[in-house]
Each structure stands twice: as structure tokens, then as C-alpha cells.
């Protein structure tokens, strides 16, 4: 399908444009072209932090949710593109959603719909926004939501500005009984009443690496380093069986180092390792 008025695709599409001059025009010079994807990874200091390392305040992004189509876009639609954020580090993209066309998700943003033909993708989204940490830090400590309202959608933005915080990378390695389950992992912190998704199979099995790794959506959330809290959870069951069962562990962070735990649902167990680090 096209769209009947071809001037929303043109708008999009502007908008889009001067974001990426204004970008460009800004930040280039230092941080190098505007899809340069950025080279900072998670534990960057887990080993051995520098003297000059220290909490800082952090965003955490619990999700993205297209709320409401407008125009001739209808549900289900198929969804690639990408979202993603930039920081003061290295200004350069860290990728929340990354999808190509042949790899679209299902929904029951740079976002595009898919049609039956290249030529009849259409975008859904393009929007571009900055976040003050400085001017909302009296707003940190709860979730907060954003709606970014475009001329063929609506997304609501889920975030949380943690305060005094550190990084935590979650790794959960299959130990001991069977692998084919379906699964759900969580991340909770004691601060946010909101959970973190690692990974949600679904119906399908939980996807296992050969070296018993389970391959996480995501594995870094952000939490508080003075007094948080932070929990690994499992809900679990058999390829089969309604029945879920579930454990959780209890990490208590440290600036940097590991910390090592189990997990056992009674037909599998798993180890887990979270990987504390300083940002700056």
C-alpha cells in the first residue's frame, strides 16, 4: 500500500534530514560520520578501574512502544530500522533496536513499515529529541514516560534517570539438566518498580550458545551503586508443560569486579555473572 497523501512521506523524510545536518554540522568534526556506531562497550572498567572513575548518573531505557497509527497504517505491522541513543562519551550511536528489512519485527523507531516491495516501505517514525540529565535530576529515582507523536504514529518512551549510578552486565550459562525450555529473565533494581527484559522466548525455546551461554536481547541495566539492590530472575517451563517455575537471586553492587550466583528451576540449573563497572 502507498500512502494516499505522499507529502507525509516528504515531511518524515525532511525531518529526518535536518536532524542529521544539524548533527553533522555539531558533533562531527569530533565524534566522525553520524552512523558511526560507538566503540564503547559494556565493563569497561570491570577489571581495573581508573583513580578518576566514579558514579554518575545514568539513563536507563526500559522501552519503546508504538502506541497509535495514524493514517492508512493498520495492526499488525512489520517493523526495521533502528533506535538508538547517544551520550556525552563519544556522542556516537548505541543501538536499542536494530533491524534490517529481511529481519523486521511483528507488532500485534528511524522506523520503517514494511510493504510488499521495497518501494512500498513507508516510515513510521522519525523523530530525534535530547535529554538534559543535568535539568531532570530532580526527577530521577522513578519511571517516567515520553510521547513522541509523529504524523503515522505514536511511541511512548519508558525511562528512569538513576542517580549516582554504576553498570551491571548479566550473563546466565546453562549448568546441568535440560535445555529445552521456554523462558523469561528479568532485571529488577530495588529503586525502579520496573522490570528490565533480558530475554522473553515466548513459545520458542530459549536460545543457547554452544558453550551453554544463553543468548540475552539485552544484558546491561543501569542501577544505583549506594544502597541498590539488584535481582536476576527466571520464569521457566518445559517445551509441553503450563507449568512456569521461578528463582531469583539478590546482587548487591560494587564498583567494580564480578559477583557469581545460581540458579536452578529444578530440570535446569544455571550459573550467573554480573559484571560491575564505573562509567567515567
Same mark, same amino acid.
Given at each position: 500500500? $502507498?500512502? %494516499?497523501? #505522499? &507529502?507525509?512521506?516528504?515531511?518524515? +523524510?525532511?525531518?529526518?534530514?535536518?536532524?542529521?545536518?544539524?548533527?553533522?554540522?555539531?558533533?562531527?568534526?569530533?565524534?566522525?560520520?553520524?552512523?558511526?556506531?560507538?566503540e564503547i562497550g559494556p565493563m569497561r572498567y570491570t577489571e581495573e578501574p581508573p583513580r578518576?572513575?566514579?558514579?554518575?548518573?545514568?539513563?536507563?531505557?526500559?522501552?519503546?512502544?508504538?502506541?497509535?497509527?495514524?493514517?492508512?497504517?493498520?495492526?499488525?505491522?512489520?517493523?526495521?530500522?533502528?533506535?538508538?541513543?547517544?551520550?556525552?562519551?563519544?556522542?556516537?550511536?548505541?543501538?536499542?533496536?536494530?533491524?534490517?528489512?529481511?529481519?523486521?519485527?511483528?507488532?500485534?523507531?528511524?522506523?520503517?513499515?514494511?510493504?510488499?516491495?521495497?518501494?512500498?516501505?513507508?516510515?513510521?517514525?522519525?523523530?530525534?529529541?535530547?535529554?538534559?540529565?543535568?535539568?531532570? $535530576?530532580? %526527577?530521577? #529515582? &522513578?519511571?517516567?514516560?515520553?510521547? +513522541?507523536?509523529?504524523?503515522?504514529?505514536?511511541?511512548?518512551?519508558?525511562?528512569?534517570?538513576?542517580?549516582v549510578a554504576l553498570e551491571a552486565t548479566i550473563s546466565v550459562r546453562i549448568t546441568g539438566?535440560?535445555?529445552?525450555?521456554?523462558?523469561?529473565?528479568?532485571?529488577?533494581?530495588?529503586?525502579?518498580?520496573?522490570?528490565?527484559?533480558?530475554?522473553?522466548?515466548?513459545?520458542?525455546?530459549?536460545?543457547?550458545?554452544?558453550?551453554?551461554?544463553?543468548?540475552?536481547?539485552?544484558?546491561?541495566?543501569?542501577?544505583?551503586?549506594?544502597?541498590?539492590?539488584?535481582?536476576?530472575?527466571?520464569?521457566?517451563?518445559?517445551?509441553?508443560?503450563?507449568?512456569?517455575?521461578?528463582?531469583?537471586?539478590?546482587?548487591?553492587?560494587?564498583?567494580?569486579?564480578?559477583?557469581?550466583?545460581?540458579?536452578?528451576?529444578?530440570?535446569?540449573?544455571?550459573?550467573?555473572?554480573?559484571?560491575? &563497572?564505573?562509567?567515567?
Open positions: 500500500m $502507498r500512502p %494516499r497523501d #505522499g &507529502s507525509e512521506e516528504k515531511e518524515l +523524510l525532511n525531518k529526518l534530514s535536518c536532524y542529521c545536518r544539524y548533527w553533522t554540522d555539531l558533533w562531527s568534526d569530533d565524534s566522525g560520520d553520524i552512523a558511526k556506531r560507538t578518576f572513575a566514579m558514579l554518575l548518573d545514568l539513563l536507563e531505557v526500559f522501552s519503546f512502544e508504538v502506541t497509535e497509527l495514524r493514517g492508512i497504517l493498520r495492526w499488525p505491522i512489520d517493523v526495521f530500522g533502528l533506535i538508538s541513543v547517544r551520550d556525552s562519551l563519544d556522542r556516537n550511536r548505541n543501538y536499542i533496536f536494530e533491524r534490517t528489512r529481511n529481519n523486521c519485527q511483528t507488532l500485534t523507531a528511524k522506523l520503517r513499515v514494511k510493504g510488499t516491495s521495497p518501494s512500498e516501505d513507508k516510515i513510521l517514525s522519525a523523530e530525534a529529541f535530547g535529554y538534559n540529565g543535568t535539568a531532570q $535530576r530532580h %526527577r530521577c #529515582g &522513578s519511571l517516567r514516560s515520553m510521547m +513522541l507523536s509523529g504524523a503515522r504514529s505514536t511511541l511512548e518512551f519508558n525511562y528512569a534517570h538513576i542517580p539438566g535440560l535445555t529445552g525450555f521456554c523462558g523469561k529473565f528479568i532485571a529488577h533494581t530495588a529503586s525502579i518498580k520496573e522490570d528490565v527484559i533480558l530475554l522473553d522466548s515466548g513459545e520458542e525455546m530459549v536460545a543457547i550458545s554452544h558453550d551453554g551461554a544463553i543468548d540475552f536481547c539485552r544484558s546491561v541495566v543501569a542501577l544505583q551503586g549506594n544502597g541498590g539492590v539488584l535481582t536476576v530472575s527466571v520464569h521457566a517451563r518445559q517445551s509441553g508443560d503450563e507449568n512456569i517455575i521461578c528463582a531469583y537471586k539478590h546482587f548487591i553492587p560494587v564498583r567494580c569486579g564480578r559477583n557469581h550466583d545460581t540458579l536452578d528451576v529444578g530440570f535446569c540449573q544455571m550459573s550467573v555473572e554480573v559484571a560491575w &563497572s564505573l562509567i567515567f
